[in-house]
């Protein structure tokens, strides 16, 4: 992470992370988890979707390893960690409900994300930064004009 200058003369937070990788936006989840850990190292029933928490992660068993793995979430709303001047911009864009999306579109359950974040009534868009953002499907509806 470090500080660029915007066209306005604001300093701006910039992120290694990219969008369209196949990896994570591990600096925000790295905040996410040191603020939010799992603290229970008990391991879920392996039948059924993973446990709600209050962590940023959950414990997801993997038939293939036939192991349990730590996964960290999809999304975040704490959008707050873009940065003072992109979360304006994000937010004047999108208003309050807007998660950033913190897998990139090449990992490997990017997929499931959009699909979960399908379930719930949200659709995903990429915005400001280059990132993408989830949205309940009026905004992105009123935004796009898509049905």
């Not at 304006?88 to 864009?93: D, F, G, P, T």
């Not at 499931?112 to 989830?134: A, C, N, T």
Request: charged letters at 25%; proline letters at 7%; zero cysteines.
């Amino acid at each position: 992470m470090s500080l660029q200058e915007a066209p306005s003369g604001q300093a701006t937070v910039a992120f290694d992370f990219d969008p369209e990788s196949d990896s994570y936006f591990s600096e925000i989840g790295n905040k996410l988890n040191a603020a939010n850990p799992l603290r229970d190292d008990t391991k879920p029933p392996r039948v059924g979707p993973p446990q709600a928490t209050n962590a940023n992660q959950a414990w997801v068993y993997h038939e293939d390893e036939q192991d349990y793995f730590k996964h960290s979430g999809t999304v975040t709303e704490k959008i707050e960690l873009l940065g003072p001047q992109l979360e304006s911009e994000v937010r004047a864009l999108y208003g309050d409900d807007v998660y950033l999306v913190l897998k990139g579109r090449g990992h490997e359950t990017y997929g499931l994300g959009v699909q979960g974040e399908k379930d719930r009534g949200y659709e995903i868009e990429q915005g400001p930064g280059g990132y993408y953002y989830s949205m309940p499907y009026e905004t992105w509806h009123a935004l796009y004009g898509v049905s």
